[in-house]
């Protein structure tokens, strides 16, 4: 299984084209070609791809078409622009689409190589994004539906509503570090790209998180023989297992 990413190379220059999906199969990507607009667009639609490499001045994409049509068909797709015909227009014309960048033939491949592997990373992000935006939403829901049992006359006591709430916050918690492990581990590629202030401030977050996470998992072990749950005990148990691999990480960083 490939883990670097997946490139989809559209290009009607068939020396340009099957030369460097070659070069980016040897640094380890899986790479699909297209030799037009319309090929490049069919393949959008059947995969998932990580980025974009697409010539200007090819068939069926003169007025960049086949990125007007990228950004509704795979939302979020970095899409690199390259063209051995550069004009002003069709530059002034990146610059308002969602292009990542716009390299002009011949290209240099260590330069490609390194834009390639800051998309892929981008994509990645955009997905951890949009899975954080819909857990949140259910997240939501979930809260809701506890505060209108707590707001109504409880036969049984407090007990079982306050369990489940805890255990849905700590899922969301537990969930929420996983994602946290993840967006760390990406940056951790892209740190060379990356300010030193920034990598700074990103490295205090993540303490922060440690030291909040070792409190949470501190108290409830204190709380277990109060909460007696099965699910809380469980959660407990998968947050300590990512305070240990957050642990790891800063012994290893």
Known sequence: MNERGKALLADDEELFRE??????RKAGYTCDCASDAAQAAQLICACCYDVLISDIK?????????VLQAKETAQGLPIILVTGYPT?????????????????????FGDLLLLVQQCVIQRDLYRTAVQVQARLKLWDEEVAGLEAVLSQPLKQGVAEPAR???????????????????????????????HPSETAALLDKLELTRHALRKTVR????SKNAFKSKRLG?????????LGVLEQGRSSG
């Open 88 to 108: 002003l227009q069709t530059a002034v014309r990146a610059v308002n689409l969602p292009v990542c960048a716009y390299l002009i033939k011949p290209i240099d």
């Open 58 to 66: 090819m068939p069926g994409n003169a007025a960049l078409e086949l």
């Open 234 to 242: 469980e959660l407990r148990r998968q947050l300590q297992g990512l």
């Open 19 to 24: 030369t460097t999906a070659d070069l980016l």
């Open 219 to 222: 108290t409830l072990e204190e």
């Open 164 to 194: 489940s709430l805890l255990a849905t916050v700590f899922e969301g918690v537990a969930k929420s570090l996983t994602e946290l492990r993840h967006v760390t581990e990406c940056l951790a590629v892209a740190d060379a790209t990356m």
